[in-house]
């Protein structure tokens, strides 16, 4: 279940612990790619700069990807320089992202509705595991912090409705429209100035890029979640290997292996 990237790296010392949510902790929205990408196409094509809808394709995936973990507005400007690149006349990204938010409301609204009302248990929408792996790193005395590139107004309901708010004493943060105030890495360097803990007494867990490069930047240990969404029960060939480039320690489908995990980043 978990691929050893580097062995032996151990977060021992560790006293921080830093979580994506989308894809890491939260399936809610779930299939958020299949609705910014194919969006993103239809206005470039619009413009009928003779590329075929695979070539656009490609284009877009390539960029969403390497900005996942990022906010949502760096996916949205970088989709404003590719119009612009293309003769076109953009939208102010914000509303390109607005746009984005209100189809994918679309897709999501029945999985927000159906656990606000109390009809599934929340587990329904974790990565299978993640329960017992907060629980463990909560009893080993680690403060846990939760950031998302989803705006906060949002991800934070949506935590609330997943039970998972409580475990994360050091706080809960989401994107903002000045999308320039926070980021991960704003969030980590706030952390380290506080003499809460240094770099290399950080573990990160995240499905993105962003939140990998950011603790391993510092020193810390990451876990890669590589989640074949929705299921998150194998790996994402594609994930696993934009997660390992980055440095990644180690690759889990999911935290079913939450005690090989805690044994494997906690040996002693």
């Known amino acids: 279940m978990i691929e050893h990237l580097r062995p032996g790296a151990s977060a021992e010392r560790s006293r921080v612990a830093l979580f994506d949510f989308d894809g890491?902790?939260?399936?809610?929205?779930?299939?958020?790619?299949?609705?910014?990408?194919?969006?993103?196409?239809?206005?470039?094509?619009d413009l009928k700069t003779g590329e075929s809808e695979q070539e656009l394709d490609a284009i877009v995936r390539e960029y969403v990807g390497r900005l996942t973990g990022r906010q949502t507005m760096y996916q949205m400007i970088e989709f404003v320089d590719q119009i612009t690149k293309r003769g076109g006349?953009?939208?102010?990204?914000?509303?390109?992202?607005?746009?984005?938010?209100?189809?994918?409301?679309?897709?999501?609204?029945?999985?927000?509705?159906?656990?606000?009302?109390?009809?599934?248990?929340?587990e329904k929408y974790h990565v299978p595991g993640t329960m017992p792996l907060l629980e463990a790193l909560r009893e080993r005395g680690l403060k846990m912090y939760l950031a998302s590139g989803t705006d906060e107004i949002y991800?934070?309901?949506?935590?609330?409705?997943?039970?998972?708010?409580?475990?994360?004493?050091?706080?809960?943060?989401?994107?903002?429209?000045?999308?320039?105030s926070f980021s991960k890495a704003i969030l980590i360097?706030?952390?380290?100035?506080?003499?809460?803990?240094?770099?290399?007494?950080?573990?990160?867990?995240?499905?993105?890029?962003?939140?990998?490069?950011?603790?391993?930047?510092?020193?810390?240990?990451?876990?890669?979640?590589?989640?074949?969404?929705?299921?998150?029960?194998?790996?994402?060939?594609?994930?696993?290997?934009?997660?390992?480039?980055?440095?990644?320690?180690?690759?889990?489908?999911?935290?079913l292996c939450h005690q090989e995990l805690m044994a494997t980043l906690f040996p002693r």
């Open 189 to 255: 360097q706030r952390i380290i100035q506080s003499a809460e803990a240094n770099g290399e007494q950080f573990i990160g867990f995240g499905d993105g890029y962003v939140e990998i490069e950011n603790v391993k930047q510092v020193g810390g240990v990451a876990i890669g979640v590589a989640s074949d969404e929705p299921e998150c029960l194998k790996i994402d060939p594609w994930k696993r290997d934009r997660l390992a480039g980055v440095g990644a320690d180690y690759i889990v489908p999911n935290f």
């Open 89 to 122: 006349t953009p939208l102010d990204p914000l509303q390109y992202k607005h746009m984005y938010l209100d189809r994918l409301w679309v897709r999501i609204k029945n999985r927000v509705e159906e656990l606000e009302r109390g009809h599934c248990a929340p």
């Open 24 to 45: 890491t902790i939260s399936t809610i929205r779930s299939g958020w790619v299949d609705v910014m990408v194919p969006m993103m196409v239809e206005i470039l094509l």
């Open 155 to 180: 991800m934070k309901r949506e935590a609330e409705l997943l039970g998972v708010v409580p475990y994360f004493e050091g706080g809960v943060y989401g994107a903002l429209d000045d999308y320039k």
